[in-house]
T-cell receptor, first 112, second 111 residues
């Protein structure tokens, strides 16, 4: 079946550090892939997406590349800010049902 | 700007009470979803709807029920609240599969 696995958190970084949050998936076919972000006390927001192999999604300085050969969609940012502190969810959409399959979420804490 | 609303934002209620969590969106999206989010932040789909008068149970068994009489409205009801229902409930809507817009959530505490 379809599944998404993310690196365990929390991830704690200093401001301006480089961020990588690993995400790998298992799916039939070629699903679209997403990163969502949840700031404290809020619902989730779509951060970026990629719909086919080798696509790069990007938004707000974050990037992720759809790697079919490694079934991965790692999230990266070159220089994090305190305001990036949030929970990040990797997800895929099931081609059978249209439902989003989420990873377990990774908490990022950025310290000044 | 996505417009999806949930009320109440916070609710503390006693065991056995009937409650309805409201969710409305003004984007005309045909697809709507309810998720339960546990303290570890993991999300569980409990109900979804792909159109008026169409509702389905999600991946996590839930004692709640939903209705979809109007496109913009997708309320969730618990007939008899129990402490095990204490959780954060998130509503979402979408036009395109995968691209979901989330409300701010309702944090429910059952005492």
């Amino acid at each position: 079946g379809n599944s998404v696995t993310q690196m365990e958190g929390p991830v704690t970084l200093s401001e301006e550090a480089f961020l990588t949050i690993n995400c790998t998936y298992t799916a039939t076919g070629y699903p679209s892939l997403f990163w969502y972000v949840q700031y404290p006390g809020e619902g989730l927001q779509l951060l970026l997406k990629a719909t086919k192999a080798d696509d790069k999604g990007s938004n707000k300085g974050f990037e992720a590349t759809y790697r079919k050969e490694t079934t991965s969609f790692h999230l990266e940012k070159g220089s994090v800010q305190v305001s990036d502190s949030a929970v990040y969810f990797c997800a895929l959409v099931s081609s059978n049902t249209g439902k989003l399959i989420f990873g377990q979420g990774t908490t990022l804490q950025v310290k000044p | 700007e996505a417009d999806i609303y949930q009320t109440p934002r916070y609710l503390v209620i006693g065991t056995g009470k009937k409650i309805t969590l409201e969710c409305s969106q003004t984007m005309g999206h045909d697809k709507m979803y309810w998720y339960q989010q546990d303290p570890g932040m993991e999300l569980h789909l409990i109900h979804y709807s792909y159109g008026v008068n169409s509702t389905e149970k999600g991946d996590l068994s839930s004692e709640s029920t939903v209705s979809r009489i109007r496109t913009e409205h997708f309320p969730l009801t618990l007939e008899s609240a129990r402490p095990s229902h204490t959780s954060q409930y998130l509503c979402a809507s979408s036009r395109v599969f995968g691209e979901q817009y989330f409300g701010p959530g309702t944090r429910l505490t059952v005492t």
